[in-house]
C-alpha cells in the first residue's frame, strides 16, 4: 500500500467553513444582482433581522444562505474586514 494513503491528515475544518461562507456570499450576491437588488443592503437587513425575505429566492438563494449560521457570515466579515483593512 501506498505509504501517502496511510499517512494522518490534518483537516482544517476553519478553513472548510470559510470557504463554504465566501461561496454563499458569492451565489447570493449574483443572485441578488440579477435580480436588480443592491445586495449589500439585502444582506445587511437580513443579517441584522434574521429574515429571509430580504434575500431573493431567485437560484434558491433564500435557501443557500440560510445554511450558514448568520453569527458564522458575521464573524466572517468582521474578519475579513479587520484583516483587509486595519493592517495599512
Given amino acids: 500500500m501506498s505509504k501517502h494513503l496511510t499517512e494522518?491528515?490534518?483537516f482544517a475544518s476553519?478553513?472548510?467553513?470559510r470557504d463554504?461562507?465566501?461561496l454563499v456570499?458569492?451565489?447570493v450576491n449574483e443572485s441578488l444582482e440579477q435580480r436588480g437588488y443592491n445586495s449589500v443592503n439585502q444582506l445587511a437587513g437580513y443579517l441584522i433581522?434574521?429574515?429571509?425575505?430580504?434575500i431573493s429566492s431567485h437560484n434558491n438563494a433564500r435557501s443557500i444562505v440560510q445554511t450558514v449560521d448568520r453569527a458564522d457570515i458575521i464573524?466572517?466579515?468582521v474578519r475579513f474586514y479587520l484583516e483587509n483593512?486595519?493592517?495599512e
Fill in 8 to 10: 494522518t491528515k490534518a
Fill in 14 to 17: 476553519e478553513d472548510l467553513k
Fill in 20 to 22: 463554504t461562507i465566501k
Fill in 25 to 27: 456570499l458569492k451565489k
Fill in 49 to 54: 433581522s434574521n429574515d429571509p425575505a430580504y
Fill in 75 to 77: 464573524e466572517e466579515l
Fill in 85 to 87: 483593512t486595519c493592517n
